[in-house]
């Protein structure tokens, strides 16, 4: 199983960006998608999770409002729009798939957003 996610990058505080990651050796429309970030110095958090069908949604409530995740079971990858971006999301986000109801079992490499004021 490999996740690839890409679309970081360095925006200005108020931008937008959309992170992708693309799914491979598994049939990723049975399983739940995930975002999770971790900042320097920090813990790796939760941003958002999707379920496999795409009807449920969960987000960190530090995110809510001005990020949307969404999938394309088709194209097995899983989006993470971010606008109003601030600062304080400036870290490598990660994208990880889970049976639902279990642990995430695999992540992507990351990929970096940074939020310049």
């Known amino acids: 199983v490999q996740l690839q996610a890409s679309g970081g990058g360095l925006v200005q505080a108020g931008g937008s960006l959309r992170l992708s990651c693309a799914g491979s050796?598994?049939?990723?429309?049975?399983?739940?998608m995930g975002w999770f970030r971790q900042a320097p110095g920090k813990e790796r958090e939760f941003v958002a999770t999707?379920?496999?069908?795409?009807?449920?949604?969960y987000y960190a409530d530090s995110v809510k409002g001005r990020f949307t995740i969404s999938r394309d079971n088709a194209k097995n990858t899983v989006y993470l729009q971010m606008n109003s971006l601030k600062p304080e999301d400036t870290a490598v986000y990660y994208c990880?798939?889970?049976?639902?109801?279990?642990?995430?079992?695999?992540w992507g490499q990351g990929t970096l957003v940074t939020v310049s004021s």
């Open positions: 990880g798939t889970k049976t639902s109801g279990g642990p995430y079992d695999y």
């Open positions: 050796g598994r049939t990723f429309s049975r399983y739940d």
């Open positions: 999707i379920s496999w069908r795409g009807g449920i949604v």
